[in-house]
């Protein structure tokens, strides 16, 4: 199955997530919305690991590759949450934010060679990726919560709940991708971190969801918007670091620019 292919699982999996997203604000078809949402799941699914059979390696290794993941883990983030809190809104928000990095790789199609360079033939590859792209979907449905929040008047202690949940479970596995990064690292380029643009942005990201964390430990009320406002900038940071970076003139010759 290859690139060319992905047309005929992406608007299939796009309608079906769009459809979902609608359907499940009434109680008559919020039952058919969550069968639509698993469906466009699966279809998703069947091109990852036909396209990954394709091209003899795990499709983790380019930008367009990492779209994939993150549509994918988005939208079984926000399934699994909505089974969980029963939100309407996250459903329809996870899907539709989905399908749009679903679109952005049908508008910017990407060559994806066999080959790979030796430094990511490594057991770290798929678990750092895997870590790391599942923390960026908690955070992503966190930054929901958190905007839903911010317009309403009385904030609903459910949705801070979920917010911080989201933000306390996405941060462990983004510093257990960071950790294994590190190791990964020592074993390729004989050092653990060395700063360079793409390290240091992510450290930023880290610091600004650990300021989150320790302002919700007060429990405060007079600090809830504040709170709040971290997570919305914390949500830009990680953006910056993930897709933002690869375009800054210092970090065209970094180890983490694909």
């Given at each position: 199955m290859t690139w060319n292919d992905f047309i005929y699982f992406?608007?299939?999996?796009?309608?079906m997530w769009?459809?979902?997203?609608?359907?499940?604000?009434?109680?008559?078809?919020?039952?058919?919305?969550?069968?639509?949402?698993?469906?466009?799941?699966?279809?998703?699914?069947?091109?990852?690991?036909?396209?990954?059979?394709?091209?003899?390696?795990?499709?983790m290794r380019t930008m367009g590759e990492t779209r994939l993941w993150y549509s994918l883990f988005l939208t079984i983030v926000g399934y699994v949450a909505y089974k969980r809190w029963q939100y309407p809104?996250?459903?329809?928000?996870?899907?539709?934010?989905?399908?749009v990095f679903?679109?952005?790789?049908?508008?910017?199609?990407?060559?994806?060679?066999?080959?790979?360079?030796?430094?990511l033939q490594s057991i770290w590859f798929i678990p750092h990726v895997v870590s790391y792209?599942?923390?960026y979907a908690m955070f992503g449905s966190a930054t929901i919560g958190a905007?839903?929040?911010?317009?309403?008047?009385?904030?609903?202690?459910?949705?801070?709940?979920?917010?911080?949940?989201?933000?306390?479970?996405g941060f462990?596995?983004?510093?257990?991708?960071?950790?294994?990064?590190?190791?990964w690292a020592k074993e390729a380029w004989g050092h653990y971190w060395s700063w360079d643009p793409k390290e240091t942005w992510a450290f930023i990201t880290c610091a600004a969801?650990?300021?989150?964390?320790?302002?919700?430990?007060?429990?405060?009320?007079?600090?809830?918007?504040?709170?709040?406002?971290f997570v919305i900038i914390a949500f830009i940071l990680l953006m910056i670091t993930w897709i933002g970076v690869n375009y800054l003139p210092s970090a065209q010759h970094s180890v983490h620019v694909y």
């Open positions: 992406a608007i299939p999996a796009i309608l769009v459809i979902a997203g609608i359907l499940v604000y009434a109680k008559k078809t919020a039952r058919a919305s969550e069968v639509l949402m698993l469906m466009g799941i699966a279809v998703f699914t069947a091109f990852i690991i036909g396209f990954w059979i394709h091209i003899e390696r795990p499709p809104w996250l459903l329809s928000f996870t899907a539709a934010i989905a399908a679903v679109i952005i790789n049908l508008l910017k199609p990407e060559i994806h060679s066999k080959s790979m360079m030796p430094a792209i599942l923390s905007i839903i929040l911010l317009h309403k008047k009385n904030q609903d202690k459910h949705i801070f709940n979920f917010t911080d949940n989201m933000i306390y479970v462990g596995f983004l510093m257990l991708g960071l950790l294994m990064g590190a190791i969801y650990l300021g989150y964390i320790h302002i919700r430990l007060k429990r405060n009320k007079k600090t809830n918007n504040l709170a709040l406002w």
